[in-house]
T-cell receptor, first 113, second 114 residues
Framework: GNSVTQMEGPVTLSEEAFLTINCTYT??????LFWYVQYPGEGLQLLLK?????DKGSNKGFEATYRKETTSFHLEKGSVQVSDSAVYFC????????????FGKGTHLIIQP | DAGVTQSPTHLIKTRGQHVTLRCSPI?????VSWYQQVLGQGPQFIFQ???????GRGNFPDRFSARQFPNYSSELNVNALLLGDSALYLC?????????????FGPGTRLTVT
């Protein structure tokens, strides 16, 4: 079956630091990959996605590259801000999408001023 | 434009009772999915509906059921509630189903079973 593994949190960084949140996956076929973000007190928001190998998704300064050879989709940002503090979820869908999204457990990111 | 809306926001039920949760998708979106998010975990897929037909079902017992109406809104029903059903229930909509489809989530309904 499908599964997503994310690095354990919380991850605490200082403002302007470089961010990497690791995500690896197991899936049948060739999945599409997503990063969602959940800000305190708010719902899940789609941050970025990639639908095929070597695609790079990007949004709001965040980037992630679909690496089929390492089955990874690591989230990166060059300079984080306090407002980036949130829980980040890596997710995938496959098999035509009828099985919904499979999510990782989430990584809580805390940015200190 | 309004996003995905869900009602109620919070709900407290007793073990053995039944609950109905409601979801209205973004205008123009014809597919609705339901997820369960237990505290500290990622959401788990329950159902996907498109054009009033069930397209997919996750690994949940038959106590969970859902339906989609002609206006594309949806209901999630849970019978014979257990303490373990306490969770945040999320609804997501997309223009249509399919791999790679962007799903937009509502704020969720927080269900507490006592």
């Amino acid at each position: 079956g499908n599964s997503v593994t994310q690095m354990e949190g919380p991850v605490t960084l200082s403002e302007e630091a470089f961010l990497t949140i690791n995500c690896t996956y197991t899936a049948t076929g060739y999945p599409s990959l997503f990063w969602y973000v959940q800000y305190p007190g708010e719902g899940l928001q789609l941050l970025l996605k990639a639908t095929k190998a070597d695609d790079k998704g990007s949004n709001k300064g965040f980037e992630a590259t679909y690496r089929k050879e390492t089955t990874s989709f690591h989230l990166e940002k060059g300079s984080v801000q306090v407002s980036d503090s949130a829980v980040y979820f890596c997710a995938l869908d496959s098999g035509g999408g009828d099985d919904g999204l499979t999510f990782g457990k989430g990584t809580h990111l805390i940015i200190q001023p | 434009d309004a996003g995905v809306t869900q009602s109620p926001t919070h709900l407290i039920k007793t073990r053995g009772q039944h609950v109905t949760l409601r979801c209205s998708p973004i205008s123009g979106h014809k597919s609705v999915s339901w997820y369960q998010q237990v505290l500290g975990q990622g959401p788990q897929f329950i159902f996907q509906y498109y054009e009033k037909e069930e397209r997919g079902r996750g690994n949940f017992p038959d106590r969970f059921s859902a339906r989609q109406f002609p206006n594309y809104s949806s209901e999630l029903n849970v019978n014979a509630l257990l303490l373990g059903d306490s969770a945040l229930y999320l609804c997501a909509s997309s223009v249509q189903p399919g791999q790679g489809a962007e799903q937009y989530f509502g704020p969720g309904t927080r269900l507490t079973v006592t």
